[in-house]
């Protein structure tokens, strides 16, 4: 757990604008017309609107995405009873995460009452504000009295995220715990310390998902909670075991799962001695655990272990369920949260945790690679598909459990529509993978003793994209795959020094010399080349042994390309390659040409490459409107340079591709500003449409501009993609992210697919 000064907590708090949360217009209000519009008199239409149609409070205002999270203070973190407004710092962080992880807003209410009866008439009497009531830190047991008469007497829904966020995610640890020990959740015996709001929830959740009444020990502070007992109020009465047991040690002999929501430091090694085989241990004690990591893991190797820590294995973060199942309950208009959107939301996060975790995810925690098993039985908070698992979870058991009131459709198109809330709107690369898992392809991977290239094999591979074939020494991908738990065994391995028959290196060979003959190659030359990967890779996609060739991850592009082009060859109606990038914008996909190969282009270079691209882009099902870029407009500038070329490439297409939506020369605002264009330039061939491609006079203007935007992440990037060759072959940027092989894969297995058609 990171180590957190008082100074800086406190800085952290006041400096700037105190606190943490403020509330935005989402509405213009920069004139007198749009204040009239917000207020009065404007503001009487969707008055009387609401008037005569209450639901119509959702269309018109911000009830449908606003949360009201609501305290007393009298149970806040481990503090105690501090009172509502020592709390308040912890209600404003609670709404920063709702915020930024779900984006749903927030307004926190402190309640100076601690009579529950008055403080639910409180509550009530502010609900038609809020689209839901998410009830925080307040104590055991008035908090159930309060939740279940909210829940019985509004129709939003409430939940109380101490009892029922825990209970959420340790259910998804617990599933996934049972899964790798091999036990079955309806025979498991458990013992549960501490008796408070946390635990009982928690028990009730794992008893309806199937563990047994009849096996659940639990203890409050004063022991075992068991028929001698008559100290018990209403809640921890249903939980009085029938056992002759009366202590924590009697409870631990042979159990299977330890749940501890207790107090530090109550657990010894000798109680996680005396458990059951393949024992599971959940000590959420905050700060400090019943008993240690360290402790608890060095008696029992075959123990799973989680906590509340950051610092260890399988943290119970509430942080993964609160935002996601308010974000599925409003998305739906949910009336309640009830018992079956609960387990829909453990089971998802469960689901998750057994999928591939991407690159983003293992590097925001500092870990090369994260995969499911024993350190792994619970999602990260910082994994960007929690929102579109558990919050579609969510609302689908709300609409199938009969709660709720908007009922959605289109599940797709919510799922996608939740990744835009968050700026994840990636739905070209969707297409694209989708269209590679049509049919996919043989693809050749020239660097296979890397990490990165094998974890995106192993991708690929699984979610059959491609089939990965490696080139290298297979000792060491051996090595790596199993150092990094990696799924990898039934995918081929090519040692260029080991497993390549003579025979096969000569006919290779042989086949290069022919093409090479002329050109100043020998046949020794030839032979020698077949040792390396990119002229290995590069001959068995021209032979038909591999249908694609990706490299460069590890070499310079120029020394990468070479092989490619001596073997493979440029398409016979072209004489030029091109490379082009395609940028992620929020107003859509940018492709952006030359950015790799050409240096100063003459004008039908120019020409090769606007075909190359146009071709391009429309294999993305897109429709080309293209701008060939200079820094003068329309012949603004009569002297040497980009303009005259760009000028002569533009006269060129029109001439012959009179159909292709194509103009230039111009600077970029004008190709990105189809109004501004039109305004000044109304004969241009796009008219106010805006450009969504652009042709650069040089490679030094197309390269930087890929790199700024790259740098300054306005955008995600999906290239180089090498358009020209014969055969499908591209270069990776060097040290790309799992995430961008993997987009070149696909776009590879798509140029195949082509090639096959």
Known sequence: MAVISKTEALDYHKNGRPGKIEVVPTKPHSTQHDLSLAYTPGVAQPCLEIHDHPDDVYQYTSKGNLVA??????????????????????????????????????????????????????????????????????????????????????????????????????????????????????????????????????????????????????????????????????????????????????????????????????????????????????????????????????????????????????????????????????????????????????????????????????????????????????????????????????????????????????????????????????????????????????????????????????????????????????????????????????????????????????????????KRKRKGMTLNEAIEKMYNADYYGAMMVETGEADAFISGFTRRYADTIRPTLQVIGVKEDFNHIAGMYVMITKKGPLFLADTTVNMNPTSQVLVDTTLLTAAEVRRFNVEPRIALLSYSNFGAHKGLGSPGVVKEAVRILHEKHPDLMVDGEMQANYALDGKLRMQRYPFNKLGDADANTLIFPNLSSGNITYKVLQSIGISESIGPILMGMKKPVHILQRDSSVREIVNMVAIAVIDAQSGAE
């Not at 905050?286 to 075959?302: C, F, K």
């Not at 040692?495 to 042989?510: C, H, M, N």
């Open 69 to 514: 999270v609501i305290s007393n203070g009298t149970a806040v973190l481990g503090l105690g009873d501090i009172g509502p407004e020592a709390g308040k710092p912890v209600m404003e962080g609670k709404g920063l995460l709702f915020k930024i992880f779900a984006d749903v807003d927030v307004f926190d209410i402190e309640v100076n009452e601690k009579d529950p009866k008055k403080l639910i008439e409180v509550v009530k009497a502010i609900a038609p504000t809020f689209g839901g009531i998410n009830l925080e830190d307040i104590k055991a047991p008035e908090c159930f009295e309060i939740e279940e008469t909210l829940k019985k007497e509004l129709n939003i829904p409430v939940f109380h995220d101490d009892q029922h966020g825990t209970a959420i995610i340790s259910a998804a640890g617990l599933l996934n715990a049972l899964d790798i020990v091999g036990k079955k959740i309806g025979e498991i015996k458990v013992v549960v310390n501490g008796a408070g709001a946390a635990a009982i929830s928690c028990i009730k959740l794992y008893i309806s998902m199937g563990v047994k009444p009849e096996n659940v020990v639990m203890l409050d502070s004063k022991g075992v909670l068991n028929a001698s007992r008559t100290d018990l109020n209403s809640a921890k009465k249903q939980f009085v075991t029938a056992r002759d047991i009366s202590t924590l040690e009697e409870a631990f002999v042979d159990a299977d799962v330890f749940l501890g929501l207790s107090v530090g430091n109550v657990v010894s090694k000798a109680m996680i001695r005396s458990m059951a085989e393949k024992p599971i241990v959940f000590a959420m004690a905050n700060p400090n655990p019943e008993i240690s990591y360290e402790d608890a893991t060095s008696v029992r190797d075959d123990i799973i272990m989680a906590t509340g820590r950051s610092d260890y294995p399988n943290q119970i973060n509430n942080v993964l369920g609160f935002p996601f199942i308010f974000r599925g309950a409003l998305d739906v208009r949910a009336t309640t949260i009830n018992e079956e959107m609960k387990i829909a939301a453990a089971n998802a996060l469960a689901k998750l945790a057994r999928e591939y975790v991407p690159e983003t995810v293992a590097r925001a925690y500092n870990q090369q690679n994260i995969v499911f098993g024993k350190d792994y039985i619970i999602p990260k908070p910082l994994d960007p598909r929690l929102i579109t698992t558990v919050s579609v979870a969510v609302a689908k058991a709300a609409v199938d459990s009969g709660v709720a009131g908007k009922p959605i459709k289109d599940w797709d198109a919510y799922k996608q529509e939740l990744s835009e809330r968050l700026g994840y709107d990636n739905k070209l690369v969707m297409n694209i993978r989708q269209k590679a898992r049509q049919q996919p392809k043989r693809v050749v991977f020239a660097e296979g003793c890397d990490f990165k290239i094998l974890k995106a094999a192993q991708f690929v591979h699984h979610e059959k994209i491609a089939k990965p074939v490696l080139i290298g020494n297979e000792e060491r991908i051996r090595e790596i795959i199993l150092e990094n738990k990696l799924e990898l065994d039934d995918v081929p391995i090519i040692d260029l020094q080991k497993s390549v028959p003579d025979e096969k290196r000569l006919k290779f060979a042989g086949i290069l010399y022919e």
